[in-house]
């Protein structure tokens, strides 16, 4: 089985400084009294791979490690990848790791989150211990697993929600758009009605060639000024849409290339970069401004008609309301026929406009529907990665500790974001969002909200009245809010759960020593990933240890990679480890004393002196057994 290895280690600087180890397959144990750096190195390979600084830890336990014993040194590690790839990443304190390949070119280090190419299961001491009482500690486990496939389906979900984020940002702006076309179109059918009984009207009496000809002219000019006013809006829209990018989009660009970079040993290559950067800005802006120009230049353009249509329009208009003084019996109904036609034109153009804005407003909501399914597809196929992980595992496990996914059960995200939305409510919210969130999905939510259906919230989740309506007000105040409802990822939930002999009870609900037991021998299981852990044997008693931990190691070791701390000597010697890597210290600084297999006696002399107490506490307790045995 093709797996991949973590060929060696080098330290430059700090309590390790000059530290060089070379690694082999299958097991690897690091031995040595208290406060030789046995820690202090498996932290120091998780940290060149990648990992932060604190992970996580409240405390910044590992941060404190790291500098003590690190500071101004580089951590560097060779790995070779499953598939016979090699790598070198270098890490000093507090910087980002420096990944080069074979040939020593350096790569893009997010390779060391793809979860492609390079990666190792690292547990620091009692972190099993932690992954049993936390449900996103054992998630993150078990995808391990699978973390390829993990990694290309999370990529995927988050393209989704990038999307369905801009989505909705367009969608916010025609939304604002359309209020601005708010106007008052109900009576459009009934003017109309008005004008079709005014024209019949207008039909039975004979008002003249001249005055009908007049009141044609009128209606083509009035129908002129009705087009050239539907302009503006359009290219406001444009204005409103281009506007934002005019400025901000660069900001902190030019802090970017400090002084000290410009004068440093790659300044000239800086400088390019600098020069390339604020041209190409300054292209942009100039670009930007140059739409803003084009529209400047339209909108000049149609008021400059305007001014010219108004003129010609002058000498028309006299003439127009000469000819109807003429008929002084026919000119209230003809001028208010055309006046009619007028304003029925303005409304009908603005009518125009406000279906141009619904019919976009319909197409991205058409997309964001499509954009939502793509995601909900996503998380199931998340969902199914870990169902058929989580059912290949338990085969394996032999029925003892079992592996339950749950879909979509991990609400903590999303109760978060509703309680944030209902603090000043006035309500005991908590109680009643834990209800929500455990019987109604977001997106379900989002679309009760956008109907205002109060009632569905009850039913669904039988929280009160009073509290639906609180809940759909508060996520009403804003469009947005909606939106980043809908994309809310509610993750799985994941629950390792062990055989106590009574049933199987989730760990979080056993025993320090129980806990142990359920977690590590997933941990054992077959994988790509190099298994680092520090004191495997902590919380478990020794004949755990030697009669199920001691052959799953000695199972294990020809298709997986191990590096085990341990003060314990069954695991080096029963499990017949092929490296045995022993750290001696001065208190001052850390070193190898020795390293080898099993078959070298300054090993085994190391194992019996610091993991037995010396030869001869083990052979007196060798006696002693043997006197028990005997009586």
Same mark, same amino acid.
């Given at each position: ?8 280690i ?7 400084d ?10 690897n ?34 941060? &404190? /490690?790291?500098?003590? +014993?690190?500071?101004?040194?580089? #951590?560097? =590690?060779?790995? *070779?990848? $499953? ?110 009605? &008005? /004008?079709?009984?005014? +024209?019949?009207?207008?039909?039975? #009496?004979? =008002?003249?060639? *001249?005055? $009908? ?6 209606q ?31 900001t902190?660009?030019k ?7 410009l ?100 197409e ?12 909900s ?37 999303y ?76 993750d ?23 806990k ?49 701390v ?35 006696k ?16 083990f ?13």
């Amino acid at each position: 089985m093709r797996h991949h290895q973590i060929r060696r280690i080098r330290v430059t600087g700090g309590f390790l400084d000059g530290l060089d180890i070379v690694f082999t397959d299958g097991l690897n144990c690091i031995i040595g009294g208290r406060g030789t750096g046995k820690t202090t190195l498996q932290e120091l390979i998780r940290y060149a791979l990648g990992g932060s600084i604190n992970g996580g830890d409240p405390d910044d336990r590992l941060g &404190k /490690l790291l500098k003590g +014993n690190l500071h101004n040194g580089v #951590v560097e =590690v060779e790995f *070779e990848t $499953e598939d016979g790839g090699r790598f070198t990443i270098k890490r000093a304190y507090k910087e980002s790791p420096i990944v080069m390949d074979q040939s020593g070119e350096v790569v893009d280090p997010k390779i060391l989150d793809s979860g492609l190419s390079i990666s190792a299961a690292v547990f620091s001491q009692n972190e099993i211990e932690t992954i049993a009482s936390d449900s996103p500690s054992q998630r993150e486990l078990l995808d391990r697993f699978e973390r390829k496939q993990i990694w290309e389906v999370r990529q995927e979900i988050q393209r989704k929600r990038t999307k369905l984020e801009q989505n909705a940002k367009s969608l916010l702006l025609l939304e604002q758009q359309l209020r601005g076309e708010d106007v008052n179109l109900q009576e459009l059918p009934a003017l109309k009605e &008005k /004008l079709d009984r005014l +024209n019949k009207e207008l039909e039975g #009496v004979d =008002v003249g060639p *001249e005055v $009908e000809a007049a009141s044609t002219a009128k209606q083509m000019r009035d129908n002129e000024l009705a087009a050239l006013n539907a302009v503006p809006p359009i290219l406001d829209s444009a204005r409103r849409r281009t506007e934002p990018l005019r400025t901000g989009m660069f900001t902190g660009l030019k802090e970017v290339f400090a002084d000290e970079l410009l004068s440093g040993p790659n300044g000239e290559l800086f400088e390019q970069l600098r020069v390339t950067y604020l041209d190409q800005a300054k292209r942009f802006q100039d670009l930007i401004n140059d739409a803003l120009g084009c529209l400047d230049e339209m909108n000049r353009a149609a008021d400059t008609m305007q001014e010219e249509l108004k003129k010609r329009h002058a000498p028309e208009d006299v003439k127009y309301h000469d000819t109807l003084a003429k008929q002084k019996d026919k000119q209230a109904r003809v001028k208010d026929r055309d006046a009619l036609a007028k304003q029925i034109r303005e409304l009908e153009n603005k009518q125009r406009s406000r279906m141009r804005i619904e019919e976009q407003i319909k197409e991205m909501r058409e997309e964001r529907d499509k954009l939502l399914w793509e995601f909900s597809d996503a998380c199931q196929k998340r969902y199914d990665v870990r169902q058929q992980a989580a059912e290949s595992l338990n085969q394996q496990l032999a029925g003892k500790i079992r592996i339950e996914v749950r879909q979509a059960a991990d609400t903590t995200t999303y109760a978060d974001f509703l309680n944030d939305q209902m603090k000043g409510s006035g309500t005991k919210f908590r109680p009643r969002v834990a209800k929500v969130t455990s019987a109604i999905d977001p997106r379900r939510l989002a679309m009760f909200v956008g109907r205002e259906n109060a009632n569905a919230i009850v039913e669904s989740s039988e929280v009160t009245d009073d509290f639906a309506a609180a809940l759909v007000q508060a996520l009403l105040k804003d469009s947005n809010v909606r939106y980043d409802l809908e994309v809310i990822d509610v993750d799985d939930l994941v629950e390792i759960q062990l055989d106590t002999g009574a049933g199987f009870r989730p760990t979080e609900r056993v025993s320090t020593g129980q806990k142990c037991s359920a977690i590590l021998p997933i941990l054992l299981l077959d994988s790509v990933a190099p298994l680092l852990i520090d004191q495997p044997e902590d919380n478990l008693d020794n004949s755990y240890v030697s009669d199920t931990v001691v052959p799953k190691l000695k199972e294990t070791q020809e298709r997986r990679q191990m590096i085990f701390v341990t003060h314990n000597p069954n695991i080096p010697v029963l499990g017949e480890a092929k490296n045995v890597v022993v750290l001696k210290s001065d208190g001052r600084q850390a070193e190898v004393a020795e390293q080898g297999n099993l078959d070298r006696k300054e090993i085994r002399d190391f194992i019996v002196n610091l993991m037995e107490g010396g030869l001869e506490a083990f052979e007196e307790r060798g006696r002693r057994y043997r006197d028990v045995k005997r009586g």
